[in-house]
């Protein structure tokens, strides 16, 4: 968060705890976006990363009358996030220590081996990605690779619909580049 969106964010949450909606909204737009990449920098794009995300939202929704204006907002702010995801990695973390693998069932269930050369083609593109600026990589990875819709990764990103559309064309445009086109192995994006 800049200094001046701390500003605009300590002004928005008095407005909102004096009880204008148009400020909270607003206020909630931004901790939205601020959420989603303070989030998505330490857990990638795991997906339960969204569901902190609300909670962190939920939590200051909660917290509303009791922040004090005098107070620094983004500490205020990225602790509650903060506190949401730890609370979220303590509870994945003993889920997986009582998940028990059958193994016999995933290796029935294993998917086959791409071929060589798909292989090859499937590394290179994801090391295309990696090598993407971090906006068109988010906006890449969320439409191709969790699927999301164009809209779902606008909400998610704080973005327009329009603006995932273009980022998305000029990331396609160097991955397109970046991993090389052959008549037989052109992506498909």
Same mark, same amino acid.
């Given at each position: 968060?800049?200094?001046?969106?701390?500003?605009?964010?300590?002004?928005?949450?008095?407005?909102?705890?004096?009880?204008?909606?148009?400020?909270?909204?607003?206020?909630?737009?931004?901790?939205?976006?601020?959420?989603?990449?303070? *989030?998505?920098?330490?857990?990638?794009?795991?997906?339960?990363?969204?569901? !902190?995300?609300?909670? %962190?939202? @939920?939590?200051?929704?909660?917290?509303?009358?009791?922040?004090?204006?005098?107070?620094?907002?983004?500490?205020?702010?990225?602790?509650?996030?903060?506190?949401?995801?730890?609370? %979220?990695?303590?509870?994945?973390?003993?889920?997986?220590?009582?998940?028990? !693998?059958?193994?016999? *069932? !995933?290796?029935?269930?294993?998917?086959?081996?791409?071929?060589?050369?798909?292989?090859? @083609?499937?590394?290179?593109?994801?090391?295309? !990605? %990696?090598? @993407?600026?971090?906006?068109?990589?988010?906006?890449?990875?969320?439409?191709?690779?969790?699927?999301?819709?164009?809209?779902?990764?606008?909400?998610?990103?704080?973005?327009?619909?329009?603006?995932?559309?273009?980022? %998305?064309?000029?990331?396609?445009?160097?991955?397109?580049?970046?991993?090389?086109?052959?008549?037989?192995?052109?992506?498909?994006?």
């Amino acid at each position: 968060m800049t200094p001046e969106q701390e500003r605009q964010a300590t002004g928005w949450m008095t407005s909102a705890q004096q009880g204008d909606a148009r400020a909270y909204e607003a206020l909630l737009m931004l901790l939205a976006r601020d959420a989603r990449g303070f *989030v998505g920098r330490r857990v990638g794009f795991a997906d339960w990363g969204e569901d !902190v995300v609300q909670e %962190a939202l @939920l939590t200051v929704h909660r917290a509303l009358r009791t922040y004090d204006p005098q107070r620094p907002f983004g500490p205020w702010f990225y602790a509650i996030v903060n506190s949401r995801l730890v609370d %979220a990695l303590r509870a994945r973390r003993r889920q997986t220590s009582r998940e028990v !693998v059958d193994d016999e *069932v !995933v290796a029935t269930h294993a998917a086959e081996a791409p071929s060589p050369a798909a292989q090859h @083609l499937q590394d290179r593109l994801a090391e295309a !990605v %990696a090598c @993407l600026p971090r906006v068109q990589r988010e906006v890449v990875s969320l439409l191709k690779y969790e699927e999301l819709s164009v809209r779902d990764v606008a909400s998610r990103l704080g973005m327009t619909e329009g603006a995932v559309k273009a980022t %998305a064309h000029r990331g396609y445009k160097v991955l397109r580049r970046l991993v090389g086109e052959t008549g037989e192995h052109r992506p498909t994006y």
